[in-house]
């Protein structure tokens, strides 16, 4: 079992920036493969971004290229969504997921998720 605890959200202008976090506890060593995924009111999920903590190899949504960036904490774990240059459209609740094998971008299983922690971005 993984425990995933997603922070950092909140209201913030166009242009602006947010850092998202995501706390992971329990068996973090199974579970390598890691994203960050939103939903916006009346749309599906969608994926941001991927990272594979054991070699470092990300995979972005098109429509956050350039723009945001996923990294992991020196200790594994804590895993991080750096946003700039924010748009109305990032608006969303964004979600931590975790699953056991890297590679195959958001179509991957993701086993484990959080609650969730909402942005809003006003133009």
């Known amino acids: 079992q993984v425990q995933l605890v997603e922070s950092g959200g909140g209201s913030v202008q166009a242009g602006g920036s947010l850092r998202l976090s995501c706390a992971a506890s329990g068996n973090t060593y199974s579970n390598v493969y890691m994203g960050w995924f939103r939903q916006a009111p009346g749309k599906e999920r969608e994926g941001v971004a991927t990272?594979?903590?054991?070699?470092?190899?990300?995979v972005y949504a098109d429509s956050v290229k350039g723009r945001f960036t996923i990294s992991q904490g020196s200790a594994e774990k804590t895993l991080y969504l750096q946003m700039n240059s924010l748009k109305s459209e990032d608006s969303a609740m964004y979600y931590c997921?975790?699953?056991?094998?890297?590679?195959?971008?958001?179509?991957?299983?993701?086993?484990?998720w959080g609650q969730g922690t909402q942005v809003i971005v006003s133009s």
């Open positions: 997921a975790a699953g056991p094998f890297c590679g195959g971008g958001f179509t991957q299983e993701f086993r484990y």
């Open positions: 990272i594979c903590t054991l070699g470092g190899g990300t």
